[in-house]
């Protein structure tokens, strides 16, 4: 007797196991009981359970431009432009894009023009230049660096060039003045749909003008919920339960999608416990885990885990106030103070005060905190990027430097408060974003104390101690402009050292939280990203990140290596971003027999008929 092979259903997915022509009815009810066993065995193949350091923090694809929210919007949005592990620009939404020869301030995009978004729409250059606008009208309410990638885009000139042009998959970009980065802006910003950018832009009108607060929860609500989540990417949203900690997503069937969704359905769950994010890897629970701790690296071997590891483009670093603004006399200002509660302005507006303080921390020592999983930095840019800094040493530790240079810094009026006072300094950073971030925080501070907090100099005694206070990372961030010192992780997100200029150390910048500016830094900048010459354009803005690093505008500390650990049937490739794209883990060729696959099956050789 023989029968045709019939669908099951597992884990919410159709699986055809279609023989042709048919096998025989022991044959297949064995084959069934084999892969019932195995599927048991590795849980769920066919869906990809991703562990992660926290939670996401919104479901809003131009809110916060953190990593972790990067990984769940990348499975529902697509930009127009992409980048590869290393920071390459690859085709997205655009497939290709050039600047106008007779024009060196309009860019133009070829769109590919057979994509829709998740609710049916076609994709067409109106939903970018609508994704633009919903992008400057929320700038006031977000929290990140997004709309800094519009900040040189001529609106106005834009919509009325594309306008013009009546072919839908023919974009337009003008620019308020020759920009070389363009596309790299371009490959951080999600596109959604006309529909929803209008929907947004009508809700969060509507709610801050009727109750007068600075941030649209309407919006965030809205897109929590999935009712503005419309884009092209790879997958649809299903759920975030904020109670577990957990955004589900399942895999869209358009051609469009084709070879990027081989999950049915990617769960995104944080935990933020190093220990217990491997242990659930280890019992089954996780399929792949981020930021894995250096203490856990030996069980995840011993249990057959991989382990994929790779310096990161994430430089953890300090940023010091520097405006002389009398904010001190901010009640809200978490200032220096005395032993008589006296608070005094940031020392740190004097670039010798910087020096000091940067000379007094042994990065070594950060090293140790971190179980090996950092490179000690004293730049942006890692080796061979752009920008990056040779002769620049990683470590310039040097205690007794340190304690001249403050005393020396001390005898400026501004910063006599600094001599023979018993004073505190608090330094902030969050307990819950980046590994170990609390204790590299409290060693920080520790190194700081052992440096600053009791010792005389030309007849002057000093007695400065540092206390570390971390937080969560969603009370931190809101206050770190009240702060004197920040501790900070961000990532380049062009892998240029434009990107880090931008960043952190032009005024105005989305990160540049502690007000540095430098009159030649900016102007190096500005010609620098004006330039289409790529050996002029490099040079200048790497002469603009040695000024900038040279006058201590921040204290790099490390880059940090991304660590991820995985089941031993898959295959994937780490990044210098550190961002997890889950649709890039795929099954690995050689599937061992512990874990098989459910997702796909072989197909039986040819076979004749028998009774």
């Not at 070389?180 to 951080?188: N, Q």
């Not at 603004?325 to 008589?340: F, K, Q, S, T």
Request: hydrophobic letters at 40%.
């Amino acid at each position: 007797m023989y029968v045709e092979a019939k669908r099951i259903n597992i884990e919410d997915e159709m699986y055809s196991i279609f023989s042709n022509p048919i096998v025989p009815f022991a044959a297949l009810i064995n084959a069934l009981i084999g892969l019932l066993l195995t599927c048991v065995a590795s849980a769920s193949t066919h869906t990809l359970r991703v562990g992660t350091l926290s939670d996401i923090t919104t479901m809003d694809p131009h809110y916060s431009f953190i990593d972790l929210n990067l990984q769940v919007h990348s499975m529902i949005f697509d930009r127009l432009i992409e980048y590869g592990p290393n920071k390459e620009l690859l085709p997205g939404l655009a497939r290709k894009w050039s600047v106008n020869s007779q024009n060196a301030n309009e860019w133009i995009f070829e769109l590919e023009p057979k994509v829709r978004f998740q609710s049916g729409d076609q994709f067409t250059k109106d939903d970018v230049t609508a994704t633009f606008e919903r992008m400057k009208a929320y700038a006031p309410h977000a929290t990140s660096g997004y709309i800094s990638q519009l900040n040189l885009v001529d609106m106005e000139k834009t919509i009325e060039a594309n306008r013009r042009d009546s072919d839908p998959h023919l974009l337009r970009i003008i620019t308020k003045r020759p920009f070389g980065f363009l596309p790299s802006s371009m490959a951080s910003i999600f596109v959604m749909s006309k529909r929803s950018a209008l929907r947004a832009m009508q809700i969060d009108a509507a709610d801050t003008a009727a109750v007068g607060r600075p941030i649209s929860e309407a919006v965030l609500s809205a897109f929590a919920s999935g009712e503005l989540l419309d884009g092209t990417g790879p997958y649809s949203f299903k759920e975030w339960s904020k109670d577990k900690k957990e955004v589900t997503v399942t895999a869209r069937t358009d051609d469009w999608q084709k070879g990027r969704r081989p999950w049915h359905t990617i769960r995104f769950i944080g935990e933020p416990s190093d220990e217990i994010r491997a242990a659930r890897l280890l019992n089954g629970e996780f399929d792949i885990i981020a930021n894995v701790a250096n203490s856990q690296l030996d069980s995840l071997r011993a249990g057959g885990f991989q382990i994929e590891q790779t310096p990161s483009q994430r430089v953890i670093h300090l940023q010091l106030y520097q405006k002389p603004d009398g904010r001190e006399n901010d009640p809200l200002h978490v200032a220096i103070v005395d032993d008589r509660g006296n608070k005094y302005a940031s020392p740190f507006v004097s670039s010798k005060i910087r020096q000091a303080f940067a000379l007094a921390i042994d990065k070594s020592r950060l090293v140790r905190v971190m179980n090996g999983q950092a490179v000690p930095t004293d730049q942006l840019m890692l080796p061979g990027r752009p920008g990056h800094l040779p002769d620049r040493s990683a470590s310039q530790f040097n205690l007794a430097e340190a304690r001249r240079i403050f005393a020396e810094a001390s005898a400026e009026p501004e910063l006599a408060f600094l001599r023979n006072k018993n004073l505190v300094l608090t330094i902030h950073g969050p307990n819950d974003r980046y590994p170990n971030d609390a204790l590299i925080l409290e060693e920080v501070a520790r190194m700081w104390t052992e440096a600053f907090g009791g010792f005389s100099q030309n007849g002057n005694s000093y007695a400065l101690q540092s206390v570390a206070r971390p937080e969560p990372k969603a009370t931190y961030f809101s206050r770190i402009r009240k702060y004197n010192v920040g501790l900070l992780g961000g990532g380049i997100d062009n892998g240029h050292i434009e990107g880090g200029l931008r960043l952190y150390l032009i005024p105005g910048a989305g990160l540049n939280y502690m007000g540095y500016q430098n009159p030649e830094v900016t102007d190096l900048y500005n010609r620098g990203i004006a330039e289409t010459d790529f050996v002029k354009r490099d040079a200048l803005l790497t002469e603009a990140a040695r000024i900038a690093l040279g006058d201590f505008s921040i204290i790099p500390l490390y880059n940090q290596i991304g660590v991820f650990a995985f089941r031993p049937d898959l295959s994937f490739v780490s990044r210098i971003d550190e961002v997890l794209y889950a649709n890039q883990v795929t099954k690995s060729p050689a599937a061992t027999t512990r874990y098989g696959s459910c997702s796909t099956f072989s197909r039986p050789g040819p076979r004749s008929q028998s009774k």
